[in-house]
């Protein structure tokens, strides 16, 4: 049974960074593909990074340059690293996982195994 557990959100004002990690249990890293996606009040899920079995990535526009999604696979572990934070980045994050998705691809699909999440919220 694949479970995610996402760590790292807090409360920090606009410019700052966080670090979102997600630990991976029972997931078989071949194949795979996770993400990072968010929710805020009132507004639908978004994809905001996702990376591959190949290493590959892919972000939304409006996080660019900001985050970047990686990956350390001897540690089962996700991560997100959030520099240049703004109030539009408030949300909840979660960590998404499945397999047979390029990046790309996955920016945009559905996830069949999700974690709880974890809140950020960015002060200005």
């Known amino acids: 049974q694949v479970k995610l557990v996402e760590s790292g959100g807090g409360s920090v004002q606009a410019g700052g960074s966080l670090r979102l990690s997600c630990a991976a249990s029972?997931?078989?890293?071949?194949?795979?593909?996770m993400g990072w996606f968010r929710q805020a009040p009132g507004k639908e899920r978004e994809g905001v990074a996702t990376?591959?079995?190949?290493?590959?990535?892919s972000y939304a526009d409006s996080v660019k340059g900001r985050f970047t999604i990686s990956q350390d696979i001897a540690k089962n572990t996700l991560y997100l690293q959030m520099d240049g934070l703004k109030p539009e980045d408030t949300a909840m994050y979660y960590c998404?996982?499945?397999?047979?998705?390029?990046?790309?691809?996955?920016?945009?699909?559905?996830?069949?195994?999700w974690g709880q999440g974890t809140h950020v919220t960015v002060s200005s």
């Open positions: 998404a996982a499945d397999w047979g998705m390029t990046a790309i691809q996955a920016l945009v699909s559905e996830f069949r195994y």
């Open positions: 029972g997931y078989t890293y071949s194949h795979h593909c």
């Open positions: 990376i591959d079995s190949n290493g590959r990535t």
